[in-house]
Structures are given as C-alpha cells and as structure tokens.
C-alpha cells in the first residue's frame, strides 16, 4: 500500500485543506499520485487523468462557455 | 464506380432537377449519363479538369442498375474504335477487355473503365451545351436531347 | 525498501588485499567492527565501496593505484548485498593494463544468478546510489565540514532527495511534457494555443450563430413573401378571369382554353414519364447505339471470345505433370505457361463478358419509339405556347376594348412573375446545398443557411479545442501548484524534523557545548548561543555535527540505508566517543565500522555488551597478504606490534 512519510503526508493534506473547490475525488486520485510519483509508479495517462479532474474558473468566461457547449 | 460530374452541369439542369416536385424525377445521374452516351457517341474522351473534383454518387442509382452490362459493352466498343483497335486482332481486343473489365464491380468496370467513363461524360457535356441553352424545362429538355441525337433527322416541328 | 551488505571481497587490491573475504554471515549481524590498522586498506575499501555502490566512473589513473603488484593484470571488488532480503552481488572488475573497469551485477531473479554487465539495482535505490549521496551513508570524513559549507546545497539536497521530494520535481515535470503535448495536438487542429484563441472563436461562434438567426430570419421572410406572391398570382389570375368572363364570349373561349391545356399539360407529364424511361435504355436513345452493340456482340461472338480457355485453365495447367499434349511440365515450361495465363481472361470476367453478349444480344429496341415521344411532346409543347398565346390574346382584346382594370391586372401579374423569380433566385442562393452551386452563386457563411452552419460548426470545434487546451493548461498548473507546495511544506517540515533530531542527539554527544543547528538551508546552519554562527569549530565537533544530522537523516528515512564508517571515534575525544558509542549504534539497522585499535577503548567497547555484533580483525602479514580472524577474543586483544610487518 502506497504510504507517505508523515511529513509529505502532513504537508498534502495542509494544501489540499484550502483547496476548497476541488472534489474528493480529485484529491483522493492526486494523493495516489503523488504516492506513486515517489515510488516512480505512475504513467502519464495516470497523471493527465488527475490533471482533468482539477476544477478551474476560466475567469469567469467558464460557465458561459461551459454553457454553450451543452447547448450545441 | 466514383461517378463525377462534369463542371457547370449542375447550373445547366437546376430548372429541371427540382427536388420538391414529385412529378419530375430527373436526378443527377440522369445528367450524367447523357452527358456520357453523347461523349461515347462521339469517341471523344474529355479532360479531368473539366470534372468535378468531389464524387456525387458511388455504383449505378436503381433505374440504370439493369444497364451496367450494356453501358460496359459501349464503353469497350468506343475505346476500340478511339484507339482505331482492329476488328479482327483478337488479342488486342482481349488485352483491351482484360483492361476494362473488373467482374467484382457493380459496374463491370476496373478502375480504368471508370475513369474513362467520366470522361466521356466531360466531352459529351460540352457537346450538349453546344447544341442547346440551359433548359427552362424537363420536356424541353427532353426535345432538346432527341434532336441533339436525331439533327440529321429533323423533327417535325 | 532495505539495503543491507553481506559481505565483500577483494581480488588483487593493494594494501595486502590478495584475496581476502569478508562474511557478515547470513543472519547479519546488527553491527560489524571490522578492525584494520592504518595501511591495511581501509580508506581503500571505503573507495571501493562507494565505486561500487554508486556505478562511479574511475579515471585509469585510479582504476591502477588499486593494482597490489606489477604482475597482477586484473583485480576485483565484489559486495555482497540484500535489498528487501533478496541476494545481489556487485562486481567492480579492473583491468590493470589498460586502466580500464566494468562494472557486473548478479541477481538472484535473472538466469540462476549469472552475472550481467552494469550496475543492476533496483530503480528504486538508484537516486540514493549516486557518487555524491553515497558519501552519505558509506561516510566520508571530509563530508562533515562540506555540510556546513553555506553555498552548497549539501544538507537540503539530502533531505529532498532521501525523502523522495525530487520525485515531486519529476511529477511535475511530466505534468509540464503532457500540457506541451496537449498544445502541440491543439495547434495542429487550430491556432489557438492561449487564451486569446477561446476570445477569438468564442466571438466567430457567437457572430456566426447571430447570422444563423439572421439567415433563418431571411428564410422566413421569402417563403412567407413566396406565399404571398403566389397568393397574389392566384388572386390575379381568379380576378384576370373574373373580368375576362365578364364578357360572355370570352369567358366561353377562356374556359375551352383551360380544359385544353389541362389536358396538355397532363399529356405532357405522361410524355415525360415515357421519354425519361427510353432515355435510361441507351439501346433506345438512337438505332447507331444499338448497331454498334449488336455489332461488338457478334464481333466477340466470332473471335470466339471470350475464349473458353480461360487464365484458370492455363493456371491449372502448371501445376500439372504433364501437359495436354503429353509433354512434361518442367520449372521452364511452369513458367511459360503462367506467363501466358495473364494474357487470357480469368474466369469470372468470361463470365461477366458473357452476360454482356447475351444482353447485347438481346438488346431490342425500337429506336423510333423515342422518336415517337419525342415528336409527340414536341408537338404538346407547341400545343401549349399556342394555347398559351391564345389566353394571352384574349386578355389582350379584352385590355383592347377599354377594360384598363385588366390591363392594370395583367401587369401586375408579369411583375408579380417576376418577383417570384427574384425570390426563386434568392431562396436558392439562400438555401443550396450544393457545393458546386453555392460556388457559381457566390453563396457563403454570410448569405447562405448551409455554409453558415457548417461555420458553427467549424467554430464550435475550434472553441471546443481551445477551451479544452486553455482549460487543461490552467488544470495542470493548479496541479502542480498543489504538488511543489505541498513539496515545499513537506521540505519544510523534513528540516525542521532533522534539524530538531540534531539537535537532540547533539544535546547528548555535546551536552556542554552550545553545538546545535540553527537551520538547514542549504547547508547545516550552527548557531552559538546569542553570538554570530560558529564558524571555528573543532574536528571533534564538526564530526559530532555531522553524525548528528546523517543519523537523524537517514535512520527514519523511507529507505533503510547501512551506516558504514572509516575510524568514527578517531577525532573525538573520549567523552564524545563514549557519547557517539552509546548513541549512534541504535540508530541503525546496520553498521559497519572500520575501527583501529586505538579506538577500541571509549568506543568499540560499548558495543562489547551488544549482542548481534561481529568483530573482524584483518591485518597484513606481508607485502601482499592479508590475515583474517573473527570474534570479540582476537579482536580484544589484537596488537598490530604483533603482526608482522
């Protein structure tokens, strides 16, 4: 079972504490990540998938365009 | 068999492929295939600059799929007389047919037969708006092609 | 995961080091002491152990300062290692003559156990198995002052890189290679590679879904005009009539006129339906096209083609022994008759040709029934335009005997005629499809309903790409946003931990002395109590600092690494030793101390209580050889004033 240090461990959780807008599922997956970046067990689909999971606010322009895209 | 039109055919027939009536059911391919018979007629073939450049139908439509076999028949006659081919070398003729013909098409046609049927259809396009302006209507267009055919033989008017 | 040694040996090595092993048995033992006197190797082995630990690349020089004798051609260095309890054995083979060294691995895994060329180990211990890091673990004396030396990034690098957070560095750079990835793909499909490019198709989309409405707006408005005019043109024709049969005689005439051209007008439907289907029979379009395929029938017909040797028989025909004629096929005549089968028609195009004579053959025409209709739909169509001018004429003497309301009407309906054509016109060049039309209509995205959504589409596609790419940038920089704070905290906090661990073990080897780490930037910060950083310290202290800091480094470390030192007691003085002695043995899982025998009073003699200890004592009995003995006895009492020299 992937573990991290205490310290590495600690220091995810801190960060991922004030990253409010993302889902549990993101930073359930971007923990593993970051497990598995240390154990060099990872394959770049394992990270794009991550990336693609993160929420952004394209500045405000998103929901418009995200809105259009479901229209169409 | 990738069917292409020859250029500016499609202005020439639009008052007489009209999609909405019901009665008149002269289609693209019909355009097509006396552009052909005429070029045919006259063993001349055309050029490939004077064809569209995009496929607007693949195989034979249901009316004409009964005159593949005869439609071959006259692409082979023509291709025998335009390269003046002698009656009687009958392996050249063989050779010629062996050219033309592909028996798994619907068309009868290799790929060179296909080919050479399009430009058929270029040359004859031109000899049809030689003889006649672009139709108003399907009849008169139909009196039109008959002359075009039977100018030695006036109709009566 | 775990490394631990199990034993090594030398082939050929100077310093007496002919051939000499050493065991740490299976069941290894928690602490080695391995007693050798100065010039005996010990320096040696440690090179020897960090070469061989790290895969370093030695220069020839160094590769020939190991050799032990001129005779000698070749030497070794092998350790015995298990990682995670599995057994390797790494080779350092040198090459005397030409200064050269290769490097072998064997593990247990791969073909029982034979040795492969390089250094094999596994990927996870490879940051950790570098030149520089090994000076770490298999200690090098002079590291002590360099962790301290400010400007080197010494005591930091450490942390991240036995902690694993240079792997975070990596995460981060494989997320920077996919977004490059994912612009390249995008600039391949459409220039938008930033955020201008969502600006720009955003703004085309929306202008293009304005004109759709604007278009479909345009539609409306002629088929409703469309409707309007043929209204209008009904409208006229009813009012035409209307005045016309105002007037008796006219009204009788107009009404024959209209049952006439009904009738013509259906006669020259069914005219068409028959031309058009004589038309599709090209053996009915003129008796020449007939001629002609009756002619190729017979022609094939009396060439006897096709032949009814086809290519199959001649094909069939060289596989055979014997020809039909008796004669035997040999390779040479194989080869003419295949040859001469492509020149026949294979068998389904005899059959395909076949059905083309029998349908030339049966082509029946007349080619004079479409001269028949031909002539017929001529005449109809003459019928009309005379029918036609005849309703015309009596609009006409109508208009001519003063009724200007139906001069006024007939007008109004050429103009009407023509609007409809206007609008015919428009509505085309509106609403084709065509491709080639669209092209002699000048019709584009800006006049025409089809182009303008094949644009929407076109931009919708593009915005699509380029929000995705927008997007999956400003994903991935959150992304590793997260992953280098989370580096950076994680880093932070490993310091602190080390740094307070120093601390404490120093608090215990230096009680009296203010000794502590202030910070570990770069490099292992001291402070002195109120005063500026100590910069004048002892060898003893630099030594007490140092293994302070290793041990609290590597002993809770993600991966156990053995502590091997040369002489660790030698610098310190007694107190520090006893300290050292007592301290950093625990820390642990294993250790392998090259001590001499001054050392053992104050040091080595704490572990004589331990258990799981092993002694070794080696010593050189000449020039180029070497004794061995093992136990706590012989090494107690070991005097090198015994040995001979």
């Not at chain 1, 497990?35 to 794009?48: R, Y």
């Not at chain 3, 211990?125 to 080197?152: H, M, N, Q, S, Y």
């Not at chain 3, 303008?452 to 929000?467: F, P, S």
């Not at chain 3, 932070?492 to 780490?517: C, D, G, I």
């Amino acid at each position: 079972m992937a573990q991290l240090h205490p310290d590495l461990d600690t220091a995810l959780t801190e960060t991922l504490a004030s990253a409010t807008d993302q889902t549990p599922e993101f930073k359930r997956r971007l923990r593993r990540l970051i497990e598995n970046a240390t154990k060099e067990n990872l394959a770049d689909s394992d990270v794009q998938e991550v990336i693609e999971l993160a929420f952004v606010d394209l500045d405000g322009d998103a929901d418009e365009v995200i809105n259009l895209v479901d229209l169409l | 068999m990738s069917f292409l039109l020859p250029q500016g055919c499609r202005a020439f027939i639009k008052n007489i492929v009209a999609p909405n009536d019901g009665a008149k059911k002269f289609i693209l391919f019909d355009a097509f295939y006396c552009s052909l018979m005429v070029g045919i007629d006259a063993r001349k073939l055309g050029i490939k600059e004077d064809l569209e450049s995009e496929v607007f139908l693949n195989g034979y439509p249901e009316d004409y799929k009964g005159q593949a076999d005869i439609i071959a028949g006259l692409l082979i006659d023509a291709e025998l007389d335009r390269k003046a081919i002698e009656p009687e070398n009958k392996a050249s003729i063989e050779r010629e047919m062996t050219r033309l013909v592909n028996p798994t098409a619907t068309t009868r046609l290799s790929d060179t037969g296909n080919d050479l049927l399009n430009l058929y259809a270029a040359s004859g396009f031109k000899l049809i708006q030689d003889s006649m302006m672009a139709p108003a209507s399907l009849e008169e267009f139909l009196v039109a092609y008959y002359q075009l055919w039977h100018r030695d033989s006036a109709v009566a008017e | 995961m775990e490394l631990r040694v199990l034993g090594w040996r030398y082939e050929n090595i100077r310093g007496g080091l002919r051939n000499v092993e050493i065991d740490l048995g299976a069941g290894t033992s928690r602490w080695t002491l391995v007693q050798m006197p100065n010039g005996t190797g010990k320096t040696t082995t440690m090179s020897l152990f960090r070469a061989t630990f790290s895969g370093e690349n030695l220069s020839a020089q160094t590769v020939r300062d190991l050799r032990a004798s001129d005779e000698v051609k070749q030497g070794l260095f092998e350790m015995r290692l298990a990682i995670d309890a599995r057994p390797y054995r790494v080779q350092l083979r040198l090459n005397f003559e030409d200064g050269s060294h290769t490097y072998w691995t064997a593990r247990s895994e791969t073909r029982a156990g034979g040795l492969e060329e390089g250094l094999s180990l596994p990927t996870e211990l490879r940051p950790l198995l570098t030149p520089d890091f090994t000076r770490l673990f298999v200690f090098d004396g002079e590291l002590a002052k360099e962790i301290r030396a400010v400007g080197k990034d010494r005591a930091a690098g450490a942390i991240r890189t036995l902690y694993r957070l240079d792997r975070l560095d990596d995460l981060n750079r494989q997320v920077r290679r996919l977004v490059e990835a994912q612009q390249q793909k995008a600039a391949a499909i459409s220039s938008a590679t930033e955020k201008k490019g969502v600006t720009r198709w955003k703004r085309a989309y929306d202008a293009a879904l304005d004109r759709k409405v604007a278009l479909t707006q345009e539609q409306r408005r002629l088929l409703q005009e469309r409707k309007g005019l043929d209204a209008r043109s009904e409208e006229l024709t009813s009012l035409i009539n209307a005045r016309i049969v105002q007037d008796g005689s006219l009204k009788t005439r107009k009404d024959a006129l209209e049952v006439e051209r009904e009738a013509l007008d259906k006669r020259v439907l069914n005219l068409i339906a028959q031309g058009m289907s004589l038309l599709r029979t090209p053996a009915k379009i003129h008796p020449r096209l007939l001629e002609r395929l009756r002619a190729l029938g017979g022609k094939l017909t009396e060439l006897k083609l096709p032949k009814t040797i086809s290519a199959e028989f001649f094909r069939e025909l060289a596989e055979q022994p014997e020809c039909v004629c008796g004669r035997p096929v040999t390779e040479h005549v194989k080869e003419a008759i295949l040859n001469r089968a492509n020149i026949y028609l294979a068998e389904d195009q005899v059959l395909v040709i076949n059905k083309m004579k029998l349908a030339l053959r049966e082509s029946s025409a007349d080619a004079t029934e479409f001269t028949t209709v031909a002539t017929a739909l001529n005449g109809a169509l003459r019928d009309l335009r005379t029918n036609r001018h005849a309703q015309d004429q009596i609009e006409q003497e109508r208009i001519e005997s003063g009724d200007i309301e139906l001069e006024r009407l007939r007008k109004e309906k050429t103009t009407n005629e023509r609007s409809l054509e206007i609008n015919d016109d428009a509505f085309e060049k509106l609403t084709t499809r065509d491709h080639a039309r669209q092209a002699e209509l000048r019709a584009d995205e800006s006049n025409n309903l089809p182009c303008c959504e094949a644009e929407i589409k076109r931009c919708k596609q593009r915005l699509e790409t380029a929000t995705d790419t927008v997007r999956f940038g400003q994903q991935a920089s959150y992304v590793q946003k997260i992953v280098s704070e989370t580096s950076a905290l994680a880093l932070e906090r490993l310091r602190e931990r080390v740094r307070l661990a120093t601390n404490e073990k120093l608090a215990q080897l230096v009680p009296s002395e203010a000794l502590r780490v202030a910070r570990i930037s770069g490099a292992l910060e001291l402070e002195s109590g109120r005063t500026a950083t100590k910069t004048g310290v002892s060898e003893g202290q630099s030594l007490a600092v140092a293994y302070a800091f290793l041990t609290s480094l590597l002993a809770e470390a993600p991966t156990k690494l053995p502590f091997i030192v040369d002489s660790p007691a030698v610098s310190l003085d007694v107190q520090v030793r006893r300290e050292v002695g007592d301290l950093i043995p625990g820390l642990f899982d294993q250790m392998i101390m090259f001590v001499i025998s001054s050392e053992r009073e104050g040091f080595a003699d704490a572990f004589y209580e331990r258990e799981n200890v092993k002694y070794v004592t080696l010593w050189r009995t000449g020039e180029e050889t070497s004794e061995i003995h093992e136990g706590l006895d012989y090494f107690k009492t070991f005097h090198q004033v015994d040995a001979v020299a």
